[in-house]
């Protein structure tokens, strides 16, 4: 009965090494990958990059406002007294380079036949910056004429700086 017990309790031990070497084996074939990874991984991060030169700057478009400034948003209305036309403007500077000022515009009061009543032509004298979007400050210009069932308002130029 003895004998039995200690072949069982051979076997068992015997057991217990085979695993505890199995573990050793993978523990150190993870070891060596994990190893090998980090060599190759530092080799890669000495390898001298090249630098290639800067890019050469992009040739810059020549300024144009009535391409670069659009009217968002143009709205006619009448000054406290009636008489005088009041305009609330919004410009969009498509530039990215070019700051506009002294806007110019030409506005055009159109009757219900579609002949045009009048124009008026004027200059703004602020600036929009590039890439700006911007709400002018509301400004007279003219008389309103009753007969005027629509108008017109373009730009026709502006002086222009870099930003």
């Keep these: 009965m003895f004998e039995e017990l200690e072949a069982e309790e051979r076997e068992k031990q015997a057991s217990r090494k085979k695993r505890i070497w199995i573990s050793a084996y993978i523990i150190a074939a993870v070891v060596v990958v994990l190893a090998l990874v980090y060599a190759i991984s530092r080799a890669r991060a000495k390898t001298p990059v090249r630098v290639q030169s800067p890019a050469p700057a992009a040739k810059t478009a020549p300024p144009d406002p009535l391409h670069d400034l659009k009217v968002v948003h143009a709205a006619m209305g009448k000054d406290v007294s009636g008489v005088r036309v009041m305009w609330s403007v919004q410009l969009r500077n498509k530039s990215t380079v ?7 515009y030409e506005a055009s009061f159109i009757g219900i036949d579609g002949r045009i009543l009048g124009v008026n032509r004027d200059t703004i ?14 400004f007279i210009d003219g008389f309103y004429d009753a007969r005027a069932s629509t108008f017109q308002f373009v730009l026709t130029g502006a002086k222009v700086t870099t930003g």
Aim: charge should be negative; charged fraction near 45%.
């Design 98 to 104: 070019y700051t506009y000022t002294d806007i110019e």
């Design 125 to 138: 004298k602020d600036s929009i910056g590039p890439g700006e979007e911007k709400r002018l400050r509301q």
